[in-house]
């Protein structure tokens, strides 16, 4: 019986030893195949263009391909879904934007818990929003064009690359928080936004930076602001929102690495380290900056904490103005 009973404990001591190695082993041998870069969105966007420079960059650091793939529809919802359904191997990664922490708000249902289905990695990097004008309009700042918008209630449209865009909840936050008559008007994409502008037919445009930036640098749009609390290297002689005198609007376009809830803690710190490392080096940081982009790389605590500022702000935009997804 005593020798039975030493050698259970001996197998106990042997295989409780090898349970505390295996994590370690593990997580030096990660990704051990191909990663999965969801992106809810279609190609081309901004948040497409970043999780390109993060999974080029993941791959050339850590050995293995991270490839994306562009699931869209359902203003995201449908990419978030699946993300959320994939296994926790820390192989599926899902690149994340505001529409993530609005959804939940805008939609009666969606396919994820905005609290439960991922656990952060980290706040990759943000991008203002740029609030333009056509060039007939007689506003050189924001004063001016909130005192024109005010002198003549309901007269004046803005435009957005969609129904519950970020641009869009920004617009709102906007016309909200300076209690303005000033009508949206929804676009299917950014530059379909930009060239209602461009023409006249809206002559104010809430919208992402790549889709500006080069008519705003040929005086075809008015910049006003940069939507942030700092301006920005891709437009410097433009005013944020902040530095034009209205702090309480600033908000920023972002992109998050989430990944499925459950994921091991050691490949989320393999990740959330070789990202940082990333947009640490000089081209990369270049490359996002004329995306308009400010690397963050903050750690997966600060992400989650920012994701959940995210989602009581944008959720009370959205139940104020009253928007619903169509």
């Given at each position: 019986m005593r020798l039975n009973r030493r050698r259970f404990l001996t197998a106990s001591c042997t295989t409780l030893a090898a349970a505390a190695l295996s994590r370690p082993a593990l997580a030096e041998q990660y990704p051990v195949r191909p990663v999965r870069v969801i992106v809810p969105f279609a190609a081309g966007g901004p948040n497409d263009v970043a999780a390109r420079v993060i999974a080029q960059g993941l791959s050339d650091q850590l050995g293995k391909q991270f490839f994306v793939e562009n699931i869209g529809g359902a203003g995201g919802n449908i990419g978030a879904g699946q993300a959320a359904r994939a296994q926790p191997d820390g192989h599926t990664i899902f690149v994340a934007s505001p529409s993530y922490v609005a959804n939940p708000t805008l939609f009666e249902t969606v396919p994820y818990d905005v609290q439960k289905?991922?656990?952060?990695?980290?706040?990759?990097?943000?991008?203002?929003?740029?609030?333009?004008?056509?060039?007939?309009?007689?506003?050189?700042?924001?004063?001016?064009?909130?005192?024109?918008?005010?002198?003549?209630?309901?007269?004046?449209?803005?435009?957005?690359?969609?129904?519950?865009?970020?641009?869009?909840?920004?617009?709102?936050?906007?016309?909200?928080?300076?209690?303005?008559?000033?009508?949206?008007?929804?676009?299917?994409?950014?530059?379909?936004?930009?060239?209602?502008?461009?023409?006249?037919?809206?002559?104010?445009?809430?919208?992402?930076l790549p889709p500006a930036i080069q008519h705003v640098r040929e005086n075809k749009l008015r910049a006003l602001a940069l939507t942030s609390k700092t301006h920005s290297?891709?437009?410097?002689?433009?005013?944020?929102?902040?530095?034009?005198?209205?702090?309480?609007?600033?908000?920023?376009?972002?992109?998050?690495?989430?990944?499925?809830?459950?994921?091991?803690?050691?490949?989320?710190?393999?990740?959330?380290?070789?990202?940082?490392?990333?947009?640490?080096?000089?081209?990369?940081?270049?490359?996002?900056?004329?995306?308009?982009?400010?690397?963050?790389?903050?750690?997966?605590?600060?992400?989650?904490?920012?994701?959940?500022?995210?989602?009581?702000?944008?959720?009370?935009?959205?139940?104020?103005?009253?928007?619903?997804?169509?």
């Open positions: 289905s991922f656990d952060a990695v980290t706040l990759a990097a943000t991008a203002p929003t740029l609030l333009t004008v056509h060039p007939s309009i007689q506003a050189k700042s924001v004063k001016d064009l909130v005192e024109l918008i005010k002198a003549s209630p309901g007269k004046f449209s803005y435009a957005s690359p969609g129904a519950g865009t970020p641009p869009h909840l920004l617009g709102e936050l906007f016309r909200l928080s300076l209690e303005l008559d000033i009508v949206h008007v929804p676009f299917n994409g950014g530059g379909a936004a930009i060239g209602s502008t461009l023409a006249g037919h809206t002559p104010v445009s809430f919208g992402a290297e891709a437009l410097p002689g433009v005013p944020s929102i902040a530095e034009a005198g209205y702090p309480d609007i600033a908000a920023d376009i972002w992109t998050a690495v989430l990944v499925p809830a459950g994921t091991p803690k050691e490949y989320i710190g393999i990740l959330r380290r070789e990202i940082a490392k990333l947009i640490d080096r000089a081209e990369v940081k270049d490359r996002l900056a004329g995306l308009g982009y400010l690397p963050v790389a903050n750690s997966s605590d600060e992400c989650a904490a920012y994701l959940a500022s995210e989602y009581r702000k944008w959720g009370k935009v959205i139940r104020d103005a009253g928007i619903k997804a169509s």
